[in-house]
């Protein structure tokens, strides 16, 4: 059975830093692409940050530069490094991982930016 495990979310300032991490279990992480989403209240879920099979990661517009999207293989765990965070990077943040035909979804971490 495959499971992701999101976990670091929490409150921090405006300005502030936080890094999440999807542990996978029931999978070979290397295989899949794990991408990071996130879901403010009343809108879409939004594509985030992708690490790819090949280490290489990709961002939306919206994170480039204060965001940073690893993998660590050994570990089954894909990493998200959030900088210089703003209020509307508020949002429930999602875990995804597929390839092969198969997608999975993690429980989300919630992410709240206040002062």
């Known amino acids: ?17 936080l890094r999440l991490s999807c542990a996978a279990s029931g999978i070979i992480s290397s295989n899949y692409v794990m991408d990071w989403y996130r879901q403010a209240p009343g ?15 990709n961002y939306a ?32 943040y999602y875990c995804n991982v597929w390839g092969h035909g198969e997608d999975y979804w993690g429980q989300g971490t919630q992410v709240t930016v206040s002062s």
């Not at 495990?5 to 830093?17: A, H, I, K, N, R």
């Not at 809108?43 to 990661?57: C, H, M, N, V, Y």
Request: proline share 3%; aromatic share 4%.
């Open 43 to 57: 809108k879409r879920r939004e594509f985030i940050a992708s690490s790819t099979l090949g280490g290489s990661a």
């Open 61 to 92: 517009d919206s994170v480039k530069g204060r965001f940073t999207c690893s993998r660590d293989n050994a570990k089954n765990m894909v990493i998200l490094e959030m900088n210089s965070l703003k209020p509307e990077d508020a949002a429930v």
């Open 1 to 17: 059975q495959v499971q992701l495990v999101e976990s670091g979310g929490g409150l921090v300032q405006p300005g502030g830093s």
